[in-house]
């Protein structure tokens, strides 16, 4: 995924903020607290949360996706996205149950206000096909 398509994904979840960070970074946040990471340089990778098993299911057996520096303690893998071999729809998914593991810790009302612990973003409407 490019820059712009984890832009795009990043700001489609409930009251999601962007800001750059470090200089080099787009974080994306709710409520303060940041669920996706990407670069802004070309060719640059993205990171996002994960629980415990599938952080050590995707550093240990998927290429391109190694966990993410200074931020692995706390279970954030990196995607290289030149290595990486997850599909979009594989990528995009993981970035969700980053949001939702953010939220999940935010406290009730602020969930509430977000629609639930289970917040998401809209599913893409289903193409019709002719």
């Not at 996706?65 to 995607?79: E, F, G, L, S, T």
Request: hydrophobic fraction near 35%; proline fraction near 5%.
């Amino acid at each position: 995924m490019t820059v712009d398509q984890v832009r795009e994904v990043g700001l489609s979840y409930s009251g999601t903020t962007e800001e750059v960070l470090w200089g080099i970074n787009l974080v994306f946040k709710v409520a303060g607290k940041i669920f996706l990471i990407t670069d802004l340089e070309p060719g640059g990778g993205y990171a996002f949360k994960r629980e415990e098993e599938t952080f050590y299911e995707l550093t240990e057996q998927q290429p391109g996706i190694i966990p993410a520096p200074y931020m692995a303690r706390n279970k954030w893998v990196k995607i290289n996205p030149a290595e990486c071999r997850l599909s979009k729809d594989e990528t995009e998914e993981l970035i969700d149950g980053s949001y939702r593991l953010v939220v999940a810790k935010l406290p009730k009302k602020t969930q509430k206000e977000l629609g639930g612990s289970k917040a998401s973003r809209p599913k893409a409407r289903a193409r019709k096909t002719k």
